[in-house]
């Protein structure tokens, strides 16, 4: 299967030109910015009335709500993971947890005005296909007795699916349940490399699985890659987009691996002499990213991908894509309370995020408490560089004039330093500045997180301890 692959990368076209060099000298770490602050800008002394008093100041905007529901567990750990999940067989572990899920609804119904459409549902892990179909069952029932479920057509609730751990009679019970959006996991099709990382996945999981969803009408597929994983080459990561193009899924998440093995006890078991050199690794990136164009698919931002016809396309081109802890959203303008273990909120103008142990998240409930670690309220000042790292990550340009109107500023004035930290990626040709518009270049947009940082007052001194490598 290599040869043709070999011979897809050589005929290729890149779709912009490619300069090697700058994008290492601007390979270095930083936030990916799912939030703004980061996460590490978080404090301890945020607790669980500061996230009440939130909940309950939201209601006079009448947003609609999305949530996050956090399943932490899987039934076998990928060497590769950095998400905050819970390795085990033992199925028994789930009814607790959602037990305890329906407690953490209980808590926090009282704060919140209920006729307020839930337009976004998402649940992520871990492995929500961990649970059980009346499981699954079970907790779809609580969180509509709770908040009210939504039959809008055009509704996104969304579920993360082990291939491994589905079949047919899965996706017909999540249609059922109102679910019309599917993630599923891939990383890669060749089978060393899916040793290499204890994740062996057969394609023909994902085929089944893929033409099932098709066929039932599910609105939008999205298939998960990594690239930068140990044994992968350009030309073997180009034989699994081969196989990936052909099954046409609407949507594409291709995640560029950090190695970080001192804060991921599971990334131990990798050897780092396995990886893929930074070399090689752009050269994945560059292969993967000349293929999905060829394919007809738009590059987003960062690490997404979509058809020209789906919702996160259309959004971008619309000026409402936006960013949140699971990548790029087509929902905007939503209040996202985040359930389970782990999970974060953003909720009127603050974060919170559940305690990351699960025995401190299950003391807290058992307590009545919500489990509520640490937060942040932000400032103005924060809420203005949100919105304009928001708008450059999703739209690749910054409109200073509508961020001076939206916050009653003098945009180009507020953020001169940030403007001035823009000046050597412009004379290198990463962005332009239009008058009042800064724009991403082709080649800027793979360094968009870079661009971001520019606009980020809360950087800590230490990058590479605490974020990922940017390409």
Same mark, same amino acid.
């Given at each position: ?76 750990? #990928? ?20 037990? =305890?899920?329906? @407690? ?10 209920? @006729? ?64 019309? &959006? ?39 597929? /999205? ?27 609407? =949507? ?33 990136? &560059? ?29 971008? =081109? /619309?000026?409402?894509?936006?960013? /949140? ?8 303008? #939503?209040?996202?309370? %985040? ?14 995020? /559940? ?19 640490? %937060? ?52 290198? %040709? ?27 007052? @809360? ?13």
């Amino acid at each position: 299967m290599s040869v043709p692959a070999m011979s897809v990368h050589r005929e290729m076209a890149d779709p912009f030109p490619w300069d090697e060099a700058l994008l290492r000298r601007y390979d270095t770490h930083g936030p990916r910015y799912t939030s703004y602050p980061t996460a590490n800008s978080f404090s301890n002394d945020f607790d669980a009335l500061a996230y009440q008093d939130a909940l309950a100041r939201s209601n006079a905007g009448g947003r609609p709500l999305s949530f996050y529901v956090h399943i932490p567990f899987c039934r076998k750990g #990928c060497h590769y993971c950095a998400c905050h999940k819970i390795a085990t067989k033992a199925t028994r572990v789930a009814e607790p947890y959602l037990s =305890r899920l329906d @407690r953490e609804m209980v808590l926090i119904k009282p704060h919140l005005d209920t @006729r307020r459409e839930v337009a976004q549902l998402h649940w992520g892990g871990g492995t929500p296909t961990f649970l059980s179909l009346d499981q699954m069952s079970d907790l779809i029932d609580r969180l509509d007795a709770r908040f009210g479920l939504s039959s809008a057509r055009e509704r996104d609730y969304a579920i993360e699916i082990d291939p491994r751990e589905a079949d047919v009679f899965t996706l017909r019970h999540l249609q059922a349940l109102g679910f019309n &959006r599917l993630s599923l996991g891939v990383q890669d099709l060749d089978p060393r490399v899916q040793r290499a990382v204890n994740r062996v996945q057969p394609r023909i999981l994902t085929e089944v699985l893929l033409d099932e969803a098709d066929r039932l009408g599910f609105r939008s597929l /999205n298939l998960d890659l990594i690239y930068g994983l140990p044994l992968q080459t350009r030309d073997s990561f180009a034989a699994t987009l081969e196989q990936v193009i052909a099954m046409a899924p609407a =949507r594409l998440s291709v995640y560029n691996y950090a190695h970080m093995p001192e804060r991921f006890a599971a990334q131990r078991r990798i050897r780092a002499e396995d990886l893929p050199g930074p070399e090689e690794k752009l050269a994945i990136l &560059r292969t993967t990213i000349a293929m999905l164009t060829e394919a007809g698919y738009v590059h987003i931002g960062m690490d997404h991908f979509a058809r020209t016809s789906d919702s996160l396309a259309i959004a971008q =081109r /619309n000026g409402t894509l936006q960013r /949140n802890f699971q990548g790029y959203s087509s929902h905007a303008q #939503c209040d996202l309370v %985040g359930l389970g273990v782990s999970a974060i909120s953003c909720v009127d103008d603050v974060y919170a995020q /559940n305690h990351t142990r699960l025995a401190d998240y299950e003391a807290a409930l058992d307590s009545s408490q919500l489990p509520t670690a640490r %937060g942040i309220r932000l400032t103005f000042d924060d809420r203005v560089r949100r919105h304009a790292i928001e708008r450059l990550m999703c739209d690749m340009t910054l409109d200073l004039d509508e961020l001076s109107e939206t916050f009653g500023i003098d945009a180009p004035r507020y953020l001169t330093e940030a403007l001035s930290r823009l000046e050597l990626p412009q004379r290198d %040709g990463l962005v332009t500045v239009e008058g009042h518009r800064v724009v991403a270049t082709p080649i800027g947009r793979l360094l968009i997180r870079h661009l971001a940082m520019a606009f980020d007052a @809360r950087l800590p001194p230490r990058l590479d301890t605490q974020f990922s490598r940017i390409v």
